[in-house]
């Protein structure tokens, strides 16, 4: 049986909204029931492949259902708007043939584990973030799978997809789709994500998807059509017209977004989603619906380690409080604040949202180490506006820390990964941090193993929308110096060619075969290893208090940090680094164990350029 929120399952306080539902086709004894949620439409039909069509019924809140006594798990079916538009189903669970395309009718229930896996705590959490069509060669389920060994092998402990949702044409990142229930059927069938979910969890890893509920995508989107309520004028995103989460319609808009990231969770058995662009969710409800979402799920799924994660350019700490030390309603935020920051320091790079970050890189990234987010309610020169709010109190796991992620690399002009931008040493500099800092790391697809290949924006648009995101994205890039003139945008590849699109897959020829990326992975899966034996036993102790240094550099605009947290038990861990091109004055070391450091040339009374050195223990020492 599809998803359905029981209002008597709702945590206490928690808006159920009108009526209960249930999203999708409902499989029955005798029968498949039908239903579509379509207020602005006078009539609705079923098209069921075969059979005549079914006129459905329509109650006083524009539900309409319809039953047929012919349909059965693998039956096609659509709907017929006012007897001439011809839509898929919004809650369809796999469109075999593209989004166009008649729906096949899955028995989702049938998915569920007898005997579900329990996930595992998030502060052993490891995120390894992949495109699931370009992660492997075959670009689907399977290839992931036969990974698994690989990445387990690594240290990885959750793998987090890029989004799943169906979109039309062969190819896309997933944040523009049209069907949220629908996994792509370019990467396989509901049966095939469900073995590779069922194959990590055998390996004892978790498995993650991100899910985009802030817009749709701009081809194939029928909702305006008959469900004109979907959307609101009343506030406006970087989009068009916001989803509607208000009043008596957003009530249905919260229902089947609820519904599908119950969905995700219970029938397919991830252990955590990652929601993108929350701060692009506009609500002014009483009960904001981050809130309500949150609630519910971790009353529905008690028991199980469940992982709700978060972009929000708000920084908006409330959403990551604990109590006694328990997460509340998200887990962690995206640490933007942490990449762009390093970002600079590492390549001098002051251009697009890196600006904000450039005036001090070196106090960015310090704050962000200590305190989870940069910007706490200053103004971001971006926006001209304050951003952010105080988030000392968080515990560190509170944010995810990345080197490298899709937007970070795919957003720019030419894909470049941080192996093609700073030297070698930077590069072992930045995974020592990345990994060994008591914040969740997240690795991006390849980056263990130092890949070069590109990672390119790429959809499969057609008409004018191919033209106008082929032009915008030239004009996107028109204000950087490296793109300057008419003749330079034309280097940016086109993200409608197919040759974006494979360009983009990783070379696992390269990766596995390579002696400096075998090297690499080695050094990440070291550090990996330190991380689980050292890091995460004092993630469970819990950090209590943070301090940052800054190392600055004579004459330079660069220098380097001396950051040290404490556990409740009095345990310290350090990290001292320079960012430099010169060697600096090496502060004092704490009493204790050095677990790491790379690139020392200049003696212990100095920090050479791009050294990093991590050490555990209490007290501090002289020189």
């Known amino acids: 049986m599809p998803i359905e929120i029981e209002v008597k399952e709702l945590a206490e306080g928690v808006r159920a909204g009108p009526k209960t539902r249930r999203y999708g086709p409902q499989i029955m004894e005798n029968g498949v029931l039908f239903n579509l949620w379509a207020p602005s439409a006078t009539s609705v039909e079923l098209l069921e492949v075969g059979h005549s069509p079914r006129t459905m019924s329509c109650d006083d809140d524009g539900w309409y259902q319809g039953f047929s006594p012919t349909a059965h798990s693998g039956s096609r079916y659509q709907f017929r708007i006012n007897g001439e538009l011809v839509v898929p189903d919004p809650a369809s669970h796999f469109q075999p043939d593209d989004v166009s395309e008649p729906g096949e009718v899955i028995d989702v229930a049938a998915l569920r584990d007898g005997v579900p896996y329990l996930g595992r705590p998030w502060a052993e959490a490891v995120i390894y973030e992949l495109h699931v069509g370009t992660f492997s060669e075959e670009g689907t389920y399977a290839g992931v799978e036969r990974r698994l060994d690989y990445l387990r092998d690594l240290g990885i402990t959750a793998i987090e997809l890029m989004p799943l949702n169906d979109v039309p044409g062969r190819h896309n990142w997933g944040y523009d789709g049209v069907l949220l229930n629908a996994p792509n059927a370019r990467y396989g069938r509901p049966e095939d994500l469900k073995r590779l979910i069922g194959a990590a969890h055998d390996r004892d890893m978790m498995v993650y998807l991100d899910v985009v509920y802030n817009h749709f995508g701009p081809q194939l989107n029928y909702l305006h059509s008959y469900a004109e309520n979907f959307f609101t004028d009343r506030h406006s995103t970087g989009w068009g017209p916001a989803v509607n989460l208000e009043g008596e319609e957003g009530a249905f808009v919260r229902e089947f977004l609820i519904s599908n990231a119950l969905m995700w969770l219970r029938d397919y058995g991830f252990d955590g989603l990652r929601f993108d662009a929350v701060h692009a969710l506009k609500d002014d409800s009483e009960t904001n619906f981050l809130v309500e979402l949150a609630e519910i799920v971790r009353s529905q799924l008690a028991g199980k380690h469940v992982h709700l994660m978060l972009e929000n350019e708000a920084n908006q700490p409330h959403l990551l409080e604990r109590?006694?030390?328990?997460?509340?309603?998200?887990?962690?935020?995206?640490?933007?604040?942490?990449?762009?920051?390093?970002?600079?320091?590492?390549?001098?790079?002051?251009?697009?949202?890196?600006?904000?970050?450039?005036?001090?890189?070196?106090?960015?990234?310090?704050?962000?180490?200590?305190?989870?987010?940069?910007?706490?309610?200053?103004?971001?020169?971006?926006?001209?506006?304050?951003?952010?709010?105080?988030?000392?109190?968080?515990?560190?796991?509170?944010?995810?820390?990345?080197?490298?992620?899709?937007?970070?690399?795919?957003?720019?002009?030419?894909?470049?990964?941080?192996?093609?931008?700073?030297?070698?040493?930077?590069?072992?500099?930045?995974?020592?941090?990345?990994?060994?800092?008591?914040?969740?790391?997240?690795?991006?697809?390849?980056?263990?193993?130092?890949?070069?290949?590109?990672?390119?924006?790429?959809?499969?648009?057609?008409?004018?929308?191919?033209?106008?995101?082929?032009?915008?994205?030239?004009?996107?890039?028109?204000?950087?110096?490296?793109?300057?003139?008419?003749?330079?945008?034309?280097?940016?590849?086109?993200?409608?060619?197919?040759?974006?699109?494979?360009?983009?897959?990783?070379?696992?020829?390269?990766?596995?075969?390579?002696?400096?990326?075998?090297?690499?992975?080695?050094?990440?899966?070291?550090?990996?290893?330190?991380?689980?034996?050292?890091?995460?036993?004092?993630?469970?102790?819990?950090?209590?208090?943070?301090?940052?240094?800054?190392?600055?550099?004579?004459?330079?605009?660069?220098?380097?940090?001396?950051?040290?947290?404490?556990?409740?038990?009095?345990?310290?861990?350090?990290?001292?680094?320079?960012?430099?091109?010169?060697?600096?004055?090496?502060?004092?070391?704490?009493?204790?164990?050095?677990?790491?450091?790379?690139?020392?040339?200049?003696?212990?009374?100095?920090?050479?350029?791009?050294?990093?050195?991590?050490?555990?223990?209490?007290?501090l020492t002289t020189r």
């Open 323 to 619: 109590t006694d030390g328990q997460t509340k309603l998200y887990d962690a935020q995206w640490g933007d604040d942490f990449h762009n920051a390093l970002h600079v320091l590492l390549t001098g790079e002051n251009e697009g949202y890196y600006s904000a970050f450039a005036d001090k890189p070196l106090e960015h990234l310090a704050r962000s180490l200590t305190e989870g987010f940069a910007y706490q309610g200053e103004i971001f020169p971006l926006h001209n506006k304050s951003r952010g709010q105080p988030s000392s109190h968080l515990p560190p796991e509170a944010t995810i820390f990345f080197a490298q992620n899709h937007d970070q690399v795919g957003n720019r002009a030419l894909g470049e990964r941080l192996a093609k931008l700073i030297s070698s040493e930077q590069l072992k500099q930045t995974m020592v941090l990345l990994i060994l800092n008591p914040h969740v790391p997240m690795l991006f697809m390849g980056e263990e193993s130092a890949a070069q290949t590109p990672f390119l924006f790429f959809a499969d648009w057609k008409g004018e929308a191919a033209d106008l995101t082929r032009e915008g994205r030239r004009k996107e890039f028109a204000r950087f110096e490296a793109f300057s003139s008419p003749e330079l945008r034309e280097r940016i590849p086109d993200p409608c060619d197919e040759a974006t699109f494979m360009a983009s897959k990783l070379d696992w020829t390269v990766l596995d075969h390579s002696p400096v990326s075998r090297a690499f992975r080695a050094l990440t899966q070291a550090l990996l290893r330190i991380r689980q034996d050292t890091i995460v036993p004092l993630l469970q102790d819990g950090f209590v208090s943070a301090k940052a240094e800054l190392l600055r550099a004579p004459a330079a605009a660069t220098g380097g940090i001396n950051v040290q947290w404490q556990t409740a038990k009095g345990e310290v861990l350090q990290i001292m680094t320079n960012f430099s091109a010169q060697a600096l004055p090496r502060p004092p070391l704490i009493m204790g164990e050095t677990l790491c450091r790379a690139e020392q040339t200049s003696g212990h009374l100095y920090l050479s350029p791009a050294e990093i050195l991590v050490r555990r223990g209490a007290a």
